[in-house]
């Protein structure tokens, strides 16, 4: 996947983006390999997508990093951290993958699904 696009749209929004995109699979045309996730209310995006959730994709975007990685970088407690790559994972915005880590048990790697999350507000 190329990128990802946040957006807030209503129903008819989504139902239309959705339809284009099955003519376009009828007609036999690639897909961009874009993922868009729609919110109905702008305040529940920023709401879902906070300030320290923005950061933490941020941080992965430019390289995989372990929870105890981020935990250091961002100077918020693993426990929120992991809360945190849950909630976003859930939403298809990361991933993550259970690795070994020599000595020290097993640890968890964090990776962006896309080089690029676009975000996109409309108010009104």
């Known amino acids: 996947m190329t990128k990802v696009v946040i957006r807030t749209d209503d129903v008819t929004g989504f139902f239309s983006r959705a339809k284009d995109a099955a003519r376009r699979g009828d007609r036999g045309e690639a897909f961009e390999g874009k993922v868009t996730l729609s919110f109905e209310d702008p305040q529940r995006m920023f709401t879902v997508l906070s300030e320290a959730r923005r950061r933490l994709m941020l941080e992965v975007m430019h390289e995989p990093r372990t929870i105890n990685e981020l935990s250091h970088r961002l100077h918020r ?8 790559v849950g909630l976003l994972e859930k939403m298809g915005l990361l991933v993550s993958q259970r690795q070994t880590n020599p000595g ?8 962006s699904v896309a080089p690029k999350i676009e975000m996109v507000a409309t108010l009104g």
């Open 104 to 111: 020290h048990g097993i640890q968890k790697v964090v990776r």
């Open 77 to 84: 407690n693993r426990s929120a951290i992991t809360k945190d």
